[in-house]
């Protein structure tokens, strides 16, 4: 199983920026796709944006033109760089990897808080 581990969270002002950080114990070339998923109180884990081995990218609309992924592939580390930021966009954000295999691996989460 792949380790991650997410950083980057933190409290923000509507119309902020913050940009999270999530850091794979193995090779994220190897994986077959990574992405972000949040979750907000009372709310279903939904996906935010994912990227796959390809390097096509894929966005919820609710955040599509604001939210960028990249990955940087040398230091296995998947990015989530979030401009504009609105109340709604407040949950616990999730680092996903599936691996070739199709087995998935989840970080623990780091909380995103945009609040006036």
């Known amino acids: 199983q792949v380790q991650l581990v997410e950083s980057g969270g933190g409290l923000v002002q509507p119309g902020g920026y913050l940009r999270l950080s999530c850091s794979a114990s193995a090779s994220i070339v190897s994986a077959y796709r990574m992405g972000w998923y949040r979750q907000a109180p009372g709310k279903e884990r939904e996906l935010v944006a994912r990227?796959?081995?390809?390097?096509?990218?894929e966005y919820a609309e609710s955040v599509k033109g604001r939210f960028t992924i990249s990955r940087a592939n040398g230091e296995n580390t998947l990015y989530l760089e979030m401009n504009n930021l609105k109340q709604e966009d407040t949950a616990i954000y999730y680092c996903h990897f599936m691996s070739r295999s199709y087995f998935n691996s989840w970080g623990q989460g780091t909380q995103v808080t945009v609040s006036p």
């Open positions: 990227i796959n081995s390809g390097g096509a990218r």
